[in-house]
């Protein structure tokens, strides 16, 4: 479990490391594991685990900011062993992001966990559909690159949006992101910091549903 600098968690953990099968093009994840010559081989860290169980301060978790956790090709076990861990530290916040969100519902989440959906709109979010009957939803749009963006923000708890970065960078039109917010409404909207670089005087879309400091 390390301390990260994503604005809206405290605490990375990454209990499943190697390839991520999606290979986004744009990977974050995928540069660093190739930069610092880590295993290909998917495997599972039952330390990240240990961790979490051992602090007893509230905070907040990202659980799998370098792999997809409900990937098709993860272990049910793996995934299981994760939310019984969750269950017990009800203290603690946890964050789920993943572009495979129909396998949330194989599953019993404690009321401490977000189930995220992350796309980049380059195709109709067809998937988001899939977190409707789930307590705690939201939809990270990042790296936002494109504007196939129709989601009912009715049944969402929260909507990220965020820009690309890395080399090759993609910047996002001002109207899909104006786009978003619109159709937010009352739905809190949080915009990275990569996005406020390019436009500042969006700054005050920074509402974040679950606390940072608890």
């Not at 685990?49 to 509230?58: D, E, G, H, V």
């Not at 939803?137 to 990220?160: A, C, T, W, Y």
Request: hydrophobic content about 35%; proline content about 6%.
């Amino acid at each position: 479990m390390n301390k990260s600098t994503i604005e809206w968690t405290d605490f990375t953990s990454n209990p499943i490391r190697g390839k991520c099968l999606h290979s986004c093009k744009y990977c974050y994840a995928e540069r660093i594991r190739v930069r610092f010559n880590q295993p290909e081989k998917l495997s599972f860290h039952v330390k990240e685990l240990y961790q979490i169980a051992k602090r007893k301060k509230s905070t907040t978790i990202f659980m799998g900011s370098m792999h997809d956790i409900f990937g098709k090709w993860v272990p049910d076990q793996w995934i299981e062993d994760i939310l019984n861990t969750i269950g017990d530290c009800p203290q603690h916040t946890f964050i789920f992001l993943t572009k495979n969100p129909a396998r949330y519902h194989a599953f019993c989440f404690p009321d401490n966990c977000w189930c995220g959906y992350t796309d980049d709109g380059t195709k109709d979010l067809r998937n988001w559909s899939c977190l409707k009957n789930l307590p705690n939803r939201f939809v990270s749009l990042e790296p936002l690159i494109g504007d196939k963006v129709n989601i009912d923000m009715s049944r969402i708890d929260q909507v990220i949006i965020g820009a690309m970065t890395g080399p090759g960078a993609i910047k996002p039109q001002r109207m899909w992101i104006d786009k978003i917010i619109k159709a937010a409404g009352d739905t809190p909207v949080f915009l990275k910091n990569n996005l406020l670089q390019l436009f500042p005087d969006l700054k005050k879309r920074r509402e974040l549903s679950w606390s940072l400091y608890t």
